[in-house]
């Protein structure tokens, strides 16, 4: 399985499986819930359409459109899709409850992590400093050229910070970092944040990329299963 997944080593003592696919282990379900200790059809991926929506999930059942899902359940498989954007998967081993977040430029810009990280409080009394976070491979900030709209809005969300920079004449925006920034805003302790180091622009052998594709691309799956 070590060509198929990136496991986040930070989460490797945590009550929970969690993991990032490459392209070797594309659309394989039945094989990632074995590799979860999940059962195929416990699988579930929402909707996404690049919005702010977080969905709670209790059990397995049929998507609706967001672009993040929490559970508090075992053996529920949850994840998003990507090929670019940002994934990022989040436990707390105490309240033990468990997200998934697609966190593309939209989503960053409207604050989707943030908002996932209030419903893990709201509904679930969560702890921000309890949190742990893992941020998988994404496009990086210097492959990331955007338009002045994209910089304004994460900026607008974010903050000002070093994930945005001007290359150039041109900005970029590295999105792995404006959600780490937004995470330390909401309480998560950096101690408890891991980030994948790879781009999948750069490495578009291992991992699918929208933009290196342009636009015909497959997609890499994030999941995160509380365990027993």
Known sequence: MLNYLVVPELFRHLPAAAFFTTKLADHD????????????????LPIQKHTDRVQIVEAAQAPVVAD??????????IGVQTADCVPI??????????????????GTAAG???????????HFFCNP???????????????????PEVAEGVQQKTGRGDYLFERQGKFHVD?????????????????????????????????????YAKGVAGRQYSFIALCD
Request: charge should be positive.
């Open 175 to 211: 999105l792995k970092r404006a959600n780490r920034q937004q995470a330390l805003a909401a309480g998560i302790s950096a101690d408890n944040i891991w980030i994948s180091p790879e781009c999948t622009y750069c490495l578009p052998g291992k991992y699918h990329s929208y933009r």
């Open 112 to 122: 989707i992590l943030r908002k996932t990280i209030e419903q893990c409080v709201n």
């Open 129 to 147: 400093s309890d949190l742990y976070m893992a941020v998988g491979p994404s496009i990086c900030g210097d492959c990331y050229e955007v338009g």
């Open 29 to 44: 379900l039945a094989l990632l819930a074995r590799y979860a200790g999940v059962a195929e059809q416990s699988a579930y």
């Open 68 to 77: 993040a899902v929490i559970t508090h359940r075992t053996g529920l498989m």
């Open 89 to 106: 998967l989040l436990c707390d081993p105490k309240r033990r409850v468990a997200g998934a977040v697609h966190a593309g430029w939209r």
